[in-house]
């Protein structure tokens, strides 16, 4: 048995993966796991980012060779000729793999690798798609891409009719979550101090830049603070991914918490893995973001936590597939934030127990050990079909050369 080849899959194998986004959220976390997925899969490993990104810092932490991007990336299809670089540093680094994620940087991709016939384009989609991208120029461009990776099955209609792929080429993969439940020789963390309060948690990534999105959440706070429940106050973890020290927000927001009254009823928690902290709380808040359903949502009920989240399509048929396992508010409604998430507390033992029910269906779907093996799969299988279509190309161009031995 060659345990080298099963545990090392992708041994000499060069994978190049394009993370061109300054922001921090579930994409970007997304990417950084794919890259170390195949980093720990035995492949090189190459990120081309932004230098200035929290993803490349992340991603140099962990020991990820990263490219750095200079300037704007063009997206625009007469400007394409000044990504020139892109197809020159594949050939340089005999690249195997090619993994996007933003739609505007799959095109020119799409492009530059028609003369690539042996490297799999993968392409992840972690929102639904806005605009349309079946008119006759993009048919060509879609063709090149090899497979469509989805982190919820919701999402296959989008990109059928936005897009047009066909079914054989899209793939559902989940988020790739770990399970987190409290170790009882844990130390408990500070801003838990007693058992005469709930304890609600959220996080910011470290690099908002204004505190306006958060006025809703405070103003729920203080009602909820003012009535308290069923004798018990509360404490609000704000989880920092970054570090208060090094966030642009810190003064403001220790300013605003001041005038709402909260300094009691606030905990600033620093730089932290967010999945660790959420067993430490009795109910996950997730704030309004980008994506349609964020990963630390679905990252809470693995922690058998509660959440509660904006209602989106996808939070909608969350909650539909997985039974009452939190509630949905809409966004900027502080007046819903307070009675949801009061309701699941006030219930907190029926959404444990619905919880504790669909724990092993969530694993299986949004987990890690499925994900990765989703992920080693369908690379092993592109990479192969991307060899078979050669060999194949090659015979037909040169039929009497079938018989020859090599």
Not at 153 to 163: D, F, L, R, S, T
Request: with cysteine; charged share 30%.
């Amino acid at each position: 048995m060659n345990t080298v080849a099963e545990n090392k899959p992708f041994q000499d194998q060069n994978f190049f993966y394009l993370g061109l986004s300054h922001r921090w959220g579930t994409e970007e976390r997304t990417i950084l796991k794919d890259c170390l997925l195949a980093q720990a899969a035995g492949a090189k490993v190459y990120l081309y980012t932004y230098k200035s990104s929290l993803l490349g810092l992340r991603a140099k932490q962990k020991g990820i060779e990263c490219i750095y991007h200079h300037g704007k990336f063009v997206t625009k299809v007469f400007k394409w000729h000044k990504l020139r670089i892109l197809p020159k540093l594949m050939k340089e680094l005999k690249i195997n793999v090619v993994h996007c994620y933003d739609i505007k940087v799959l095109w020119p991709l799409c492009f530059f690798m028609r003369r690539m016939p042996l490297i799999p384009l993968v392409f992840t989609l972690s929102s639904d798609l806005k605009s349309y991208y079946r008119n006759f120029w993009y048919r060509p461009l879609i063709g090149r891409i090899d497979q469509v990776l989805l982190p919820m099955a919701e999402m296959v209609e989008n990109v059928w009719g936005h897009m047009g792929i066909p079914p054989r080429k899209i793939a559902f993969v989940g988020l790739g979550l770990k399970s987190n439940y409290r170790d009882r020789a844990r130390e408990v963390p500070p801003f838990r101090f007693t058992d005469k309060r709930w304890y609600i948690g959220t996080n910011l990534n470290g690099i908002e830049t204004n505190t306006q999105f958060l006025t809703t959440i405070f103003h729920a706070f203080r009602v909820m603070v003012e009535k308290g429940l069923e004798e018990k106050n509360y404490t609000f973890a704000l989880c920092n991914e970054r570090g208060w020290s090094n966030s642009v927000l810190t003064g403001e927001l220790r300013r605003q918490v001041k005038d709402w009254g909260l300094e009691e009823h606030v905990a600033f928690v620093d730089q932290t893995n967010v999945a660790e902290h959420q067993v430490d709380v009795d109910l996950w808040l997730g704030l309004g973001r980008r994506e349609d359903l964020e990963d630390y949502a679905v990252q809470a009920l693995l922690a058998g936590k509660p959440v509660c989240i904006p209602r989106t399509a996808f939070s909608m048929e969350m909650f539909r597939t997985y039974g009452v396992v939190g509630e949905t508010y809409m966004r900027e409604d502080s007046r819903e934030i307070r009675l949801k998430c009061e309701t699941i507390l006030r219930n907190i033992k029926t959404y444990e127990k619905n919880l504790h029910k669909s724990h092993q269906s969530l694993r299986e779907t949004y987990g890690h050990e499925a994900y990765k093996e989703s992920m080693t799969k369908i690379y092993k299988k592109l990479l192969s079909r991307r060899r078979r279509l050669w060999r194949a190309r090659q015979k037909k161009r040169n039929p009497f050369k079938q018989g020859k031995k090599i």
